[in-house]
């Protein structure tokens, strides 16, 4: 299988413009994992692995002070609900339980009232309270991209793949929010392999 410049633009180009689409933000644990399952859903659009839910400014990752890693999931409302989203989040954890780690914790940042209530919803309909689970449940106050090489991280380690991005002309800003980029990212996590369809070719 072989991966062009062309298509990857014209996957792109295809894509969901930011401005029809809404964002979810998770904390699962290392954000490179999650990064990846959500970008090889139907109807995610584009994904950021970062940091949020503490105070620190400008978080790094080597200087994150209380923020915990995350990932942001760009969602097309019309092709996937916010709720199958969540839904999908917590099959990931177990959400009686949480680590101690703050960097690592399971939390649900919730962006929207709406979003609020989905997921008050979801709860209640398995018999969790949001007041007594071990997830953090609380409103995103801000969300802060992290450094270059923690996006796309199992895209980048397939050498092949990422020099169709590089003869794209694609920089690391340009490779976060390529739609291409968070199904290849999934592809090349193992999160099925016809998430590619229309990217990759028969050699």
Request: net charge negative; proline share 5%; with cysteine.
């Amino acid at each position: 299988m072989t991966l062009t410049p062309r298509a990857i633009r014209e996957y792109d180009e295809r894509a969901p413009e930011s401005e029809t689409t809404e964002t979810a933000t998770f904390g699962l644990g290392c954000f490179w994992a999650p990064d990846a399952r959500f970008g090889a859903l139907d109807g995610v659009v584009r994904t950021r692995a970062g940091y949020a839910g503490g105070t620190k400014p400008d978080p790094t990752y080597h200087s994150l002070g209380d923020h915990t890693e995350v990932v942001q999931v760009a969602f097309d409302p019309d092709a996937i609900e916010y709720s199958a989203l969540v839904e999908r989040a917590f099959r990931q954890h177990d959400p009686r339980s949480q680590t101690r780690k703050t960097q690592y914790q399971n939390v649900v940042l919730t962006e929207t009232r709406a979003q609020g209530t989905a997921l008050a919803e979801f709860l209640r309909e398995r018999g969790l309270e949001p007041d007594a689970v071990g997830t953090r449940i609380e409103q995103l106050s801000r969300f802060y991209p992290a450094e270059a090489y923690h996006q796309k991280y199992n895209l980048r380690s397939q050498a092949e793949l990422m020099d169709a991005f590089d003869e794209a002309g694609y920089d690391d800003a340009a490779l976060r929010e390529s739609p291409a980029a968070a199904k290849l990212n999934g592809y090349a996590a193992g999160n099925g392999s016809d998430i590619a369809d229309g990217l990759l070719a028969a050699e």
